[in-house]
């Protein structure tokens, strides 16, 4: 077998036989995904992507800097910044490819930041409530019925309340945004949640809570979890079913949660080996 459709080849990455099977796989998922390509400003950053994430299962992805993991998480949304210009998002069932990033959030997908936005002027609750109020599948609560669920979810979160009247991430230090992320979440519920290095920077006790939220979510609405991280003490709690890695904008590996440790020891050299190895045979065989 050539080099590079033994680590590149997506059918054989996610352990089918057939393109048939591999599109028979495309219904039975929540998320799948499908030859995606993307770019930015005509910068062709991910390659022919696939990636199914079931119902009910905890995903980790991981991949050195750079390797295209938060432009993955993105694109997956539909941030206009980036541009699709191949391949298929389906999820719960419904196609995606098209849909604006709000129409994507109503239909149950969620993406943490890796760096949450600042947006001055507008306070934190007026934040929580307006799109709390936009999602068609959350009964509508009434002011007083708002406050109380924000603050329960605040205090479970080890986040004073006093915060929730500052303005959206203004000042808040690097461990409160991750935690304001982690509020959002578990007030949302979404059906998949992309988790963007949500576990970066944090101290012992801030981990611990995000680590919390994290099941919490998993417990309340049998949530979903696509985990984005290069520490895996995030993982320590959670049962893992798959993890994916990517290097320089393709996935090039995929296995179960025996892969963390390997990585953990050995880093991705071996990946990044394979991958230069097979794209120089590639160039070869083109010559
Ligand atoms: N908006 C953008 N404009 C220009 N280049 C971009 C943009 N977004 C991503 N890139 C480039 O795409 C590549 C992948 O970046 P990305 O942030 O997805 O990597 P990552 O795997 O999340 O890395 P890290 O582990 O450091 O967070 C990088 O070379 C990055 O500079
Ligand atoms: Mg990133």
Redesign the pocket.
């Known amino acids: 077998m050539h080099a590079l459709s033994t680590i590149l080849n997506p059918s054989e990455l996610q352990g089918f036989k057939t393109t048939d099977e591999r599109e028979k796989t495309m219904t039975s998922n929540l998320l799948s995904i499908r030859g995606l390509n993307a770019s930015?400003?005509e910068?062709s950053?991910l390659h022919n992507i696939d990636l199914d994430v079931p119902q009910g299962e905890v995903h980790v992805l991981m991949?050195?800097?750079?390797?295209?993991?938060?432009?993955?998480g993105h694109v997956i949304m539909g941030d206009p910044?980036?541009t699709m210009t191949d391949g298929t998002i389906t999820f719960n069932g419904e196609d995606m490819t098209d849909l604006p990033a709000d129409k994507r959030s109503h239909a149950g997908l969620f993406l943490s930041f890796?760096a949450p936005v600042e947006i001055p002027g507008v306070p934190l609750s007026s934040f929580l409530r307006a799109i709390l109020d936009g999602r068609p599948d959350q009964p509508k609560l009434k002011n007083k019925e708002f406050r109380k669920r924000v603050k329960e979810l605040a205090a479970e979160l080890d986040f004073p309340t006093k915060n929730l009247n500052r303005e959206l991430g203004v000042g808040f230090s690097g461990g409160e945004k991750k935690k304001i992320e982690m509020l959002q979440l578990l007030l949302l519920e979404p059906k998949l949640a992309i988790l963007?290095?949500t576990d970066s920077g944090l101290d012992v006790d801030a981990l611990s809570v995000v680590s919390k939220g994290m099941e919490m979510y998993r417990e309340r609405c049998n949530g979903t979890l696509l985990i984005?991280t290069?520490n895996t003490r995030i993982l320590e709690h959670l049962d893992v079913d798959r993890v994916h890695v990517?290097v320089k904008?393709n996935m090039v590996a995929q296995g179960d949660a025996d892969l963390i440790p390997q990585i953990d020891a050995n880093g991705f050299e071996r990946y990044e080996a394979q991958l230069a190895e097979a794209q120089d045979a590639a160039q070869a065989e083109a010559e």
């Open positions: 930015v400003d910068k950053i991949g050195p800097n750079g390797a295209g993991k938060s432009t993955l910044v980036y890796q963007d290095e984005i290069h990517m904008g």
